[in-house]
């Protein structure tokens, strides 16, 4: 059975995104292009929210992006990408699909499916929706060094106490730490 796996940049007081969702606090290093690079040729499918599909399709189709970065912008536009939203009526991303509805069925179908993994990037409120369905089997959370005091939580709504396990760590060279979790059986 494939996996669901967030991999998603963090802050150290659990942010996603800084107040209007600035992104200029994450670090960024060989280490990180490494590591995106063995994550992207390990999955075989991108789930998104509508906030983060728009923001990242709006930068890995530019042509500056597709010529300085070959390897990860060839990955981030030629994977399957499944975008969950109720307020887009269509997707224009190549290799994008757009789901409304039964997405918990639409999840565990693929997870079904023959294939390699599955990665969610960004998209909080899918985290957040997926962690209380209990379909997430691993969390990676990349943890950069800074306290933004505010921005786009990683988990909101969560009713419930979810336990995990820590399975692994890893340190990059920039000072960014990435926590590896899986849900607590």
Do not use: C
Not at 58 to 74: C, E, R
Not at 109 to 122: N, S, T, Y
Not at 149 to 162: D, L, S, V
């Amino acid at each position: 059975m494939r996996k669901v796996i967030v991999s998603n940049m963090v802050s150290l007081d659990g942010y996603i995104a800084g107040p209007n969702g600035v992104l200029d606090w994450h670090l960024v290093d060989k280490d990180f292009f490494d590591y995106a690079e063995e994550m992207l040729n390990s999955v075989d499918t991108i789930l998104f929210g509508r906030l983060t599909y728009q923001m990242m399709a709006d930068y890995w189709t530019q042509a500056s992006v597709k010529t300085d970065d070959p390897i990860i912008a060839g990955k981030m536009n030629g994977l399957p990408k499944i975008v969950f939203s109720k307020t887009l009526d269509s997707v224009e991303w190549e290799n994008s699909i757009l789901v409304k509805d039964n997405i918990k069925e639409t999840v565990l179908e693929l997870k079904d499916q023959p294939g390699k993994d599955i990665v969610i990037l960004g998209s909080g409120s899918i985290v957040s929706l997926f962690t209380q369905m209990g379909i997430i089997d691993e969390y990676r959370m990349i943890v950069n060094p800074v306290i933004l005091g505010g921005g786009i939580p990683e988990f909101t709504g969560i009713t419930e106490r979810k336990i995990l396990e820590l399975t692994d760590v890893k340190r990059f060279s920039s000072g960014v730490v990435m926590l590896y979790f899986q849900p607590k059986q």
